[in-house]
């Protein structure tokens, strides 16, 4: 793990009486109430120091998925851009740390049932051009990009493990193929009722997991979590159920105000639909007395999945060009396409970019000048 192992996070207790709640309603309204000191703490801690945002693939995803069937159009795909986001923080001891947020294997995920069944849909022609069309930089490329190594990452972590496979990300030992990782230090943070999935699929799971996409990895690779946890200066991850289980979401505090990372909506005008101008979303929340639309195309825990958009309003700041909407970052974000006439998101954020990221090399000679001066 090298000289210096990263700090642990520590946890943030401010939510978990309200998620006790037994009953759904009752649980919707703890968590409105609790929502305003879990968001001071993460304000107090600090803020982070950088954020870069990396396109990892464009992908077709049903319509009546991602809008929640609100929106009213024949087209049945929308089309949205999934993203990793690299985070540069302060520990609480000053230690700078590299948090890489779902670093999807494009590849390997492309074996996830559902869109392997797409793609057979398709046609071997059809799947062929939008593999092409598809091709985005490898992870170690997209670091490099900002002056970064795969060394330079000290965790990783997923909002959920939906249509992931980390076996080449964490490495496998000798008895599953003795894969090389991609990131030889990092650790995996993962909320633990999330790593439970894989211990026997539901069928209606099935769909969105690939099988073995934790066979092999080493239990020293993951951190596993019980509940939110602070990772440091301005830094969390919250638990946010309802799309899967264990679902949860980076919140982080920035030079902009304060940021959710999560698929639970895949727009902004999930969080703001009253304001949307795709056709039938404003609409469709007015009929149902709705506050937000789910990214839908699994319902272990609806209920939940609204209770914990709501959460994620409460905790980030507005757009400050645009304040009837929020600052939650779709980790999948609805993208503009000519092949989805009326399917655009009213506002998009597209990508984030904030500070300036620090390769461990340079943070480490910065350390030693800062603690020659002290000492001098």
Known sequence: MGAM??????????LDDAWRERSAGARLAAVRRAAPRLREAILASGRVDAVRTFDVTPLP????FGLEGAALSPIPYLTMTN????????????????????????????????????????????SEKLAAA????KPHEQLASVGLTPADIDWLAFDHLHTQDVRATLGTGPEDGALPPYFPRARMLVWRPELEIFGALHPLQEPWYIRDGIRGVPASRWLVCDGDVLLGRGLALVRTPGHTVGNWSLVMNTERGVWAISENGIACDSYAPEHSRIPGVARFVRARGAEVILNSNTLEMRNEQYTSMILEKALVDRCADAPQFF????????????????????????SLTLGQMTARGTQASLDRLSEARVAS
């Open 5 to 14: 192992s990263p700090i642990a996070p520590t946890p943030l207790p401010h």
């Open 61 to 64: 995803y049903p319509t009546r």
């Open 83 to 126: 993203r990793a986001v690299l985070v540069q923080y302060r520990a609480l001891d000053g230690q700078r740390q590299t948090l890489l947020f779902n670093p999807t294997d494009a590849e390997r995920s492309a074996q996830t049932p559902f869109f392997a069944g797409l793609q057979k849909k398709m046609g071997s022609f059809l």
């Open 134 to 137: 598809l091709q985005r930089p």
């Open 327 to 350: 600052q939650h970052f779709a980790s999948s974000e609805l993208t503009p396409s000519p092949l989805g006439p009326g399917l655009s998101p009213t506002y998009r954020h597209g």
